[in-house]
């Protein structure tokens, strides 16, 4: 976010920010994504104004895309699928995705016959291959601890180091 837009934001006194439409994705782990949005009531009204129904015919919705082999825009999506969301909800947890996958989520409105209206726009998130990592393998290590291995003297705090 620049700053121009951040003052922009800010109310005349400096001191209480504006609501501003956003919205950010971060990875949970290979198997989850994490979704956040602020969305501010001008900007649902004037979807719902522009799609011309009755509000109850209305969803909010976050729409996921699978980017892997397309583009940012998701009109090549390799695939994506839609979450309806509560109206309160600021916030989603994304299970069951894959991993070595890129993925954006849009935040919009759905109406009865499944059409989507984008609102917001994520960023892309990368989930990397699921493998094994070398620093996470477990080898045996040989401290020279064990029992038969022990000193007859007591261990005192001053032999043992950890750094």
Known sequence: MDIQRII??????????????????FP????????????TEERLMEAKKALNLDAKA?????????????SLTGVDATSYWEIIVS???????????????????????MTSDKRFLTLLRSN????????????????PMHLGLFHEELPHQALSPSCIRLA
């Open 58 to 70: 209305l969803h909010r919705a976050v729409r996921v895309y699978d980017i892997t082999w397309g």
């Open 87 to 109: 109206e309160e909800a600021t916030n989603w947890f994304i299970a069951d995705i894959e991993a070595n996958r890129t993925y954006i989520v849009d935040y919009g409105i």
């Open 8 to 25: 922009e934001a800010l109310d005349q006194n400096g001191a209480t920010p504006k609501p501003l439409d956003r919205i950010a994705l």
């Open 124 to 139: 892309s998130v990368f989930i990397p291959p699921v493998e094994a990592n070398p620093w996470q393998e477990q080898h």
């Open 28 to 39: 949970c782990d290979v198997e989850a994504l994490h979704v956040y949005w602020e969305i």
